[in-house]
């Protein structure tokens, strides 16, 4: 894994929101939310959920069916089911409607940043370094933007209600939703000037924590434990999070022996990997890995490590490997590739391009990969299909003039009927309808 910010000093300046793309903490909150989207009547596919680099406690709906979720709430939790628990909150709040209320009461100037803000998370790595497990992509929006998105006390019990009978659908308890609620309660007393942003923006009323008190009594899953494989998986988030945002005396502090699970070894490993601590590190890695030899996120940070480390070549059987494990994911397949193009051998160039083209095909708008697919046909003097690459790049972006430069190019340099070349004419045409749109 590797752990980057892109946070410039005008976006540092203007608080702007920083989004983490994890593909193994990726995975775990949508182990933890895809049921309960199955009883909310949500595809899981279509509901987009973004992370966000921010200590504060805090969760949201914007943009439709996408939902945020700090990584404070994630560090600060002290089991899944308090994160599930708000997941289902936020579901609630899309079933039930209330983000298009919200939008409908905003105004032109505050809508229009919202969507510029969308724009940047749907963008991910786009201008990032594209090797990146955990990477960060900060966005020009002020995070005071998401202040605007407010609900109201109804619509809050309303989301508690359609939470607690998602979680009732699932067979978990709802004891996660009222400890998150107590926690809240603890906080309400301070100013506003102390509260953290998820009172500012979901009103908390003691009525609320009644409501899931009586619920949780009658409920026949009240006192079900947590699935043991979520819980396992609740702690390694914490601990990647703990080892990638914050210092090694911080996971010192956390995990004061590293041998005494394999949540505080992995902690330490990526701890003392980012302090350059390399041999400490491998040792720790490579314990897990005997542990696990089929976890695919443990042979991809063994791979990041060795690889900003200067040793490219001994990062690649790791990168396969996590790859071979799980190649559905494409950030794993991203970061393969950015190994291959950097070992600059011909054979691994057309392997990079055969690995991003599937991990554009798992997932379109990753801009990290369309980036490196472009650098590919350039090394490999495939100079309309690079076209094509920047113009899916470009649309990604926002840049619609960038777009149809790029698009015109491909197109006329691609086989008419094409794929490629039809794919082209679909850009051109979306970025007119875009430029129309925007003006």
Known sequence: ???????????????????????????????????????AGLDPD?????????????????????????????????????????????????????????????????AESIAAMLLGAVAGLATGDPRAGIAINALGQTAATVGVLEYSRSQESSADAAALRF???????????????QILSREEALSVGQQNVYLRTHPLTNDRIAVVANHLSLSRFSEDPWPADLAERHARTRAKLLGFLFDLDDVQRTYPDPEASISGKYAHSIARFRRGELDTALAYI????????????????????????????????????????????????T????????????????????????????????????????????????????????????MIRGNYDEALFHA????????????????????????????????
């Open 1 to 39: 894994m590797l752990f980057q910010t892109s946070t410039g000093p005008a976006e540092a300046q203007s608080g702007g929101i920083a989004l983490i793309r994890d593909a193994e903490i990726e995975g775990t909150i949508r182990a933890y939310v895809a049921p309960i989207f199955d009883v």
């Open 46 to 110: 279509a509901v987009n959920i973004h992370l966000v680099r921010d200590n504060s406690l805090n969760a949201f709906v914007a943009g439709g069916q996408r939902i945020f979720i700090h990584t404070g709430l994630l560090l600060r939790a002290e089991n899944p089911g308090q994160v599930i628990g708000v997941l289902a909150h936020e579901t609630g709040h899309i079933t039930g409607g209330h983000l298009t209320r919200i939008q409908n009461e905003l105004s032109t100037a505050r």
């Open 167 to 181: 979680m009732d659908g699932v067979g978990l308890s709802s004891r996660g939703l009222l400890e998150f609620l």
């Open 286 to 333: 490579d314990d897990l890995i005997a542990l696990e030899p089929d976890n695919p996120f443990f042979h991809e940070l063994k791979g990041q490590m060795l690889f900003e480390n200067g040793r490219a070549a001994e990062a690649l059987a790791p990168y396969e490997e996590a790859v071979r494990l799980a190649p559905g994911e494409a950030l794993l397949l």
């Open 335 to 394: 970061n393969l590739a950015q190994v291959e193009i950097h070992l600059e051998d011909t054979e691994l160039m057309q392997r990079a391009k055969e690995h991003l083209n599937v991990a554009v095909q798992i997932e379109p708008r990753l801009g990290s990969a369309w980036r490196q697919l472009a650098v590919v046909h350039g090394r490999l003097g495939e100079n309309a299909e690079l076209s094509l690459a920047m113009a899916e790049l470009a």
């Open 408 to 439: 015109d190019r491909a197109e006329n340099g691609l086989p008419l009927g094409s794929p490629g070349n039809l794919r082209a004419q679909d850009i051109r045409v979306e970025a007119e309808r875009s430029q129309e749109r925007d003006k």
